[in-house]
């Protein structure tokens, strides 16, 4: 099993940034894939952006691109989510996922709000 305990939001102005992290713990040797994924109240959870860890290959959804950046640091176990230029529509909820061999796991969440 692996555990995930995300950190970092907050409430920032437009316009403003945020780093993400996400920590993971326990059969961490067995994740080949880690992801951000987000859900705004009322929404359905959506896809933010995913990285492989061994090449740290990486995908965004178009409504991030440009603006976030997801990056790993496989010897911390950790993951990471720059956002910059941060839009109200951004507000959500933010979710850390892995993808093992064995099954996928998420974190907690951690509240992202985007507002004056």
């Known amino acids: 099993q692996v555990q995930l305990v995300e950190s970092g939001g907050g409430l920032v102005q437009p316009g403003g940034s945020l780093r993400l992290s996400c920590e993971a713990s326990?059969?961490?040797?067995?994740?080949?894939?880690m992801s951000w994924h987000r859900q705004a109240p009322g929404k359905a959870r959506e896809l933010v952006a995913t990285?492989?860890?061994?090449?740290?290959?990486?995908m965004y959804a178009d409504v991030v691109k440009g603006r976030f950046t997801i990056s790993r640091d496989n010897g911390k176990n950790a993951m990471y989510l720059q956002m910059n230029s941060l839009k109200p529509e951004d507000t959500a909820v933010y979710y850390c996922?892995?993808?093992?061999?064995?099954?996928?796991?998420w974190g907690q969440g951690t509240q992202v709000t985007v507002s004056s």
């Open positions: 996922n892995t993808e093992t061999w064995s099954g996928a796991y």
């Open positions: 326990g059969s961490t040797f067995s994740i080949y894939r």
């Open positions: 990285i492989t860890r061994a090449a740290g290959t990486t």
